[in-house]
């Protein structure tokens, strides 16, 4: 292809963007008429072209709100589970999601939006990856391009199978059909799904050579990808194949200070702060979006906080469940956050804002007036949370133990040793898990993962809001999203999840 026509987000919007870099970048041609190797031309360039990848994560690519980037989709894996709850309908946004209606519809823009944002992301890394490789110019930031272009396909991909495809058994053949894998801008014609075994096999290719090229390079934010989220990834993808020793092992290394200075899990007072702030010292990746990159409603803050005066937010704020929130005591920070009487006095909120038992303030917005906040993807807390699941499945409790209550006892200065012994422990790191990591993108994935059905029984559900949608076995279709149609009509080699 002489032409590349590039998301225009990928590119064309790079002056905006978090990072420095070349600020004359394309500022005089069209990426639409300028061939690939010309826009690739340099390192400088390169780097360009990865924060366009980073804006990408969180913001609106097209007139749909909700669909911003990864950071929507996040909310839509917790708006799928049953710890976060809706008291109401609010003004729409994410009810479809709530009745698990969106995983069937072939043609709903909110349930083709995964497959073409990654299979967009995916176009702009082999970009990256393909003509980079010429690229003139720095070695060294030449090198950090490529190997964010292929941690960013590798974490695209993953995205991908875990939507698209069934869950991964380790033992198996796992021959079932995941999405569609490109490694190339050249390769556009018709073409079969892989199998989630071989999607699987590129991942772990693509992050073993995002290690090699990132191994030494300098952390300059925390939107970028570096040694320490690499192997963060790794921890991620092995814990989903149940690769326990591989998952303990990168765990382990990720959360290391030697590759990340200052990576050290947070206060009780910064847990209390918003979790709006990259620069926390626990965030090992995410996203700061600046005044002039708002989307103002469709930021995650605009859904997820619950301070800021939007309807959704003024109308159906953020509820945590009370099974969760039970079963944990009060002196845990985690539940300190949750206000079982919904009036959140210290926020002094206005008296328009509906007010509803057990709502969330562990994300809040500027004010209430700005929605911006940093949206945190990894934190140091869930590689103790992988690490010691990790741990108990390969027999090693005692371990286990370890790991997990260095990150409790930072969260409940009460709290002094796990008494429980078997798959009661098991439990109280599955429990860890869904109060830590709350909000923040992981349920959906974590219960399809485990072989776990839903059960939003017993809780402060709203029978109406979700549509009597209380449980949904492991076995049902909905699991696993449905392609596309307009990927049907523009593939005819592609194959349709069943319904």
């Not at 804006?55 to 976060?84: C, K, P």
Request: proline share 4%.
């Amino acid at each position: 292809m002489k032409n590349i026509k590039l998301l225009i987000s990928g590119l064309a919007m790079t002056t905006l963007l978090l990072t420095s870099c070349n600020d004359d970048f394309l500022d005089t041609q069209s990426t639409e008429s300028v061939d690939a190797p010309t826009i690739y031309s340099n390192a400088d360039n390169l780097m360009a072209a990865i924060n366009g990848m980073h804006r990408n994560m969180y913001v609106r690519q097209n007139s749909s709100q909700g669909q911003n980037g990864y950071t929507g989709q996040m909310i839509i894996s917790d708006v799928m589970g049953e710890d976060l709850i809706f008291p109401t309908t609010g003004n729409g946004w994410f009810r479809d999601e709530l009745r698990w209606i969106t995983p069937g519809l072939v043609t709903s823009g909110t349930a083709s939006y995964p497959w073409t944002f990654w299979a967009g992301m995916i176009r702009n890394a082999n970009n990256i990856i393909t003509y980079g490789a010429a690229a003139t110019g720095d070695q060294i930031l030449k090198d950090k391009a490529i190997g964010e272009a292929y941690a960013y396909r590798a974490f695209s991909n993953f995205q991908l199978v875990q939507l698209y495809g069934i869950r991964y058994t380790a033992g198996g053949n796992n021959s079932n059909l995941g999405p569609v894998l490109r490694e190339d801008p050249a390769d556009i014609l018709p073409k079969q799904r892989a199998t989630v075994e071989e999607t699987y096999a590129l991942i772990w290719s693509d992050l073993d050579k995002a290690q090699a090229l990132l191994t030494g390079k300098t952390v300059t934010n925390k939107s970028h990808f570096t040694l320490a989220n690499v192997k963060g990834l790794k921890a991620r993808v092995a814990l989903v194949q149940q690769d326990y020793a591989k998952a303990a092992q990168f765990a382990n290394e990720a959360r290391a200070t030697s590759l990340t200075p200052g990576i050290a899990l947070m206060s009780q007072t910064q847990y209390k702060a918003g979790f709006n702030d990259y620069t926390n010292s626990e965030w090992m990746w995410g996203v700061t979006i600046l005044a002039d990159q708002s989307d103002f409603f469709g930021n995650f803050h605009g859904y997820m906080s619950r301070n800021y005066n939007s309807s959704q937010i003024r109308t159906a704020p953020k509820v945590m469940s009370t099974k969760l929130y039970n079963a944990f005591p009060s002196t845990d920070v985690r539940v300190q956050v949750v206000d079982p009487t919904g009036a959140h006095t210290a926020l002094a909120l206005p008296s328009n804002y509906s007010k509803f038992p057990y709502t969330s303030q562990k994300f809040l917005s500027v004010s209430q007036s700005v929605s911006l906040g940093d949206v945190p993807f990894m934190r140091a807390a869930e590689m103790y949370l992988i690490e010691a699941e990790a741990l108990y499945r390969l027999g090693r409790e005692a371990d286990s133990k370890t790991v997990l209550t260095t990150l409790v006892k930072a969260r409940d200065t009460s709290f002094t040793a796990f008494t429980t012994t078997g798959d009661a422990y098991y439990q109280q790191i599955l429990l860890n898990r869904r109060l830590e990591l709350w909000g923040e993108g992981f349920r959906f994935y974590d219960l399809k993962r485990l072989n776990q059905k839903l059960d939003r029984t017993g809780a402060n559900h709203n029978a109406t809001v979700i549509n009597n949608v209380y449980t949904i076995e492991p076995t049902d279709a909905r699991w696993q999203w449905m392609i596309p149609q307009a990927e049907i009509n523009a593939n005819p080699l592609i194959t349709q999840n069943p319904s």
